[in-house]
Nanobody
C-alpha cells in the first residue's frame, strides 16, 4: 500500500514558523520529483513548492518564495517544508505529493491525506 503521511501541522501565530514532514512508504519515490500543495477553505488546491528527484532544482509559488524551503532526504524517504514568517493567508490543509516523473510538474499522482496549518493574526 502506497502511503504519503504528512505531519507537523498545527496552529500558530502570524510570524511564527512550522516545519512539515512527509514520509513515504509502499513505493520507491527516489527518482520522482516531490511537492507540497495546499488547499484553503473555499479555494482550489494550489502548488506551494516542488523539488526535483535529486534535489538539484526547486520551485516555489510566488506566495512561498523567500519564506518556505522545500528539501528531501531520499534515504529517509521523506520530504520537508520549512515555513517561516507565516501569515493568516497561509492557513490551509497542506498536502504532500509525488509527481509522475523526475521533474517538477503541475500535479502529483500520489497524494497524502494532508495536515492542517492554521495561522492566526
Amino acid at each position: 500500500q502506497v502511503e504519503l503521511v504528512e505531519s507537523g501541522g498545527g496552529s500558530v501565530q502570524a510570524g511564527d514558523s512550522l516545519s512539515l514532514s512527509c514520509v513515504t512508504s509502499g513505493r520507491d519515490f527516489t527518482y520522482r520529483a516531490m511537492g507540497w500543495f495546499r488547499q484553503a477553505p473555499g479555494k482550489e488546491r494550489e502548488f506551494v513548492a516542488g523539488i526535483k528527484w535529486n534535489g538539484e532544482e526547486v520551485s516555489y509559488a510566488d506566495t512561498a518564495k523567500g519564506r518556505f524551503t522545500i528539501s528531501r532526504d531520499s534515504a529517509k524517504k521523506s520530504v520537508y517544508l520549512q515555513m517561516s514568517s507565516l501569515k493568516p493567508e497561509d492557513t490551509a490543509v497542506y498536502y504532500c505529493a509525488a509527481f509522475p516523473g523526475p521533474l517538477i510538474g503541475s500535479a502529483g499522482d500520489y497524494w497524502g491525506h494532508g495536515t492542517q496549518v492554521t495561522v492566526s493574526s
